[in-house]
């Protein structure tokens, strides 16, 4: 039993060795670090009600850009790179034109541009859907090519066998999301959102935090609830597809709030100022009537002491001297 209480924990030991080996991640055959950055999105990131779905979102006719940060290792021989995208509307990937020579220790960028169709013939639905995207990066002989129907992989052979070696990106893996093409409208949408939602949010928070309106504030108000109002439409709107009629109530709603915070920047927004004097009169008459009241209560106290010292049993108390 002795022998037992001592081989259990052993084999614990060694399961937990073999275990750990086998989850570290083996590093590539030609670098140690790429990382991948896009240009050209309109959104990223970005829930989209239309499409039920969080994405990364470009205009269509827009160039959206890949740019892979390479960085060789140190193993000393010559990488050719070049990349390529492929699109779920595609049949082939679309490459660099020619490769990039990278040699031990070298770090740097390989870009690929990409222009999205525009919204006409048989990309004119490329909108009402989402997308997805794989990036190949390649390391090859100089001179090689490969194809969609080249298999990807890195075997992390050391040299003179690295090559070929490559390396891929999704739109379905972190920190990526499914590709939204908007149309014109759609982009306006998102950014006069964007814009309007900052100013009702920001006047919400201002407006609201009082129980009752501050003074000279009831034109900004109007302007306000107008600015929400719109606002739901839009979003009713977009939500549904009707993505032009969605374009003009986002940017009503940005007019309105526009509106109440210019009216903010007065003493009470135009009309308000006679609504403003008149309660700053009403308040000082107040303010008057109190001090009033205040002299009144003095002057009768006043009155009344001389009149009880008048009083025949009134006698006076004298504070003996030390």
């Given amino acids: ?43 990223r990131g970005s829930y989209d009600s239309y499409l039920g779905n969080t994405v990364d979102a ?41 490769d990039t020579a990278v040699y031990a220790g070298q770090t740097l960028t390989v870009s690929l541009p990409y222009t999205i169709p525009a919204l006409a013939g048989q990309y004119s639905a490329l909108n009402l859907q989402t997308h997805t995207w794989t990036l190949e990066l390649w390391d090859m002989a100089q001179g090689a090519t490969w194809s969609a129907n080249t298999y990807c992989y890195d ?15 999704t739109s379905n893996s972190y920190p990526y999301h499914s590709l939204a093409v908007y149309s014109s409208a759609q982009s306006n949408s998102y950014n006069t959102k964007l814009q309007a939602s900052a100013i009702i949010t920001s006047l919400n928070n201002a407006l609201g935090s009082t129980v009752s309106p501050a ?12 600015a929400n109002t719109q606002m739901s439409l839009a979003n009713n709107a977009y939500s549904l597809g009707d993505f032009s009629t ?3 109530d986002y940017q009503n709603a940005l007019n309105d709030a526009n509106a109440a915070q210019s009216s903010l920047a007065t003493i009470g927004g135009g009309t308000d100022t006679a609504t403003f004097t008149s309660i700053w009169l009403d308040s000082v008459a107040i303010l008057l009537g109190g001090i009033g009241a205040i002299l009144v209560g003095f002057a009768g106290f006043k009155y009344l002491r ?11 108390t004298s504070t003996p001297k030390a």
């Fill in 1 to 43: 039993m002795q022998n037992r209480k001592f081989l259990i924990p052993i084999l614990a030991v060694l399961l937990v060795g073999m275990a750990v080996p086998m989850s570290v991640q083996r590093a590539h055959g030609d670098d140690t670090n790429e990382t991948l950055n896009i240009t050209g999105l309109v959104a």
């Fill in 58 to 98: 470009i205009q269509a006719g827009n160039t959206m850009t890949f740019n892979v940060i390479f960085t060789a290792n140190t193993y000393v021989y010559q990488r050719n790179l070049t990349m390529g995208v492929k699109f779920d509307w595609m049949t082939n990937y679309q490459n660099t034109t020619s």
């Fill in 155 to 169: 075997y992390n052979y050391a040299p003179p066998s690295v090559q070929p070696a490559c390396r891929s990106f």
């Fill in 215 to 226: 003074p000279g504030t009831s034109s900004a108000l109007a302007s306000l609830a107008q």
């Fill in 246 to 248: 969605a374009q003009t």
């Fill in 306 to 316: 001389g009149k009880t010292r008048a009083l025949p049993s009134y006698t006076t």
